[in-house]
């Protein structure tokens, strides 16, 4: 069974830094996509980085500049976000792609990628 544990999150300062890691266990094939979404008080989620099995990075156009997704060893993807905004307020899910499953139009997902069927718990990052 795939589980995704994240890490990191909390309080910053706007202009500030601060970085997210994500540990993948449980999968039994390789070449899965991982990435992260968010989801503000009262606003739907919204996908904000994604980067497949080779290293190609996408972002939404809200974050690009400003985030870096990596994914360091295959199973760990970390997410450096720098200059934050209020607007980057809200609760960041880890995800990853299931096999035989169609990624969707409403987030940026690079080549390869399927959809999104495992999901973290969550973590909450609270800009002031």
């Known amino acids: 069974q795939v589980q995704l544990v994240e890490s990191g999150g909390g309080s910053v300062q706007a202009g500030g830094s601060l970085s997210l890691s994500c540990i993948a266990s449980?999968?039994?094939?390789?070449?899965?996509?991982l990435g992260w979404f968010r989801q503000a008080p009262g606003k739907e989620r919204e996908g904000v980085a994604f980067i497949n099995a080779d290293g190609i990075a996408t972002y939404a156009d809200s974050v690009k500049g400003r985030f870096t997704i990596s994914r360091e060893p295959k199973n760990n993807v970390n997410l450096h976000m720098n200059t934050v905004q209020s607007t980057d307020t809200g609760v960041y899910f880890c995800a990853s792609t299931q096999r035989g499953t169609v990624a969707q139009s409403w987030y940026p997902a690079p080549p390869g990628c399927g959809g999104f069927g495992y999901w973290g718990k969550g973590t909450q990052v609270t800009v002031s």
């Open positions: 449980g999968y039994t094939y390789g070449g899965y996509c």
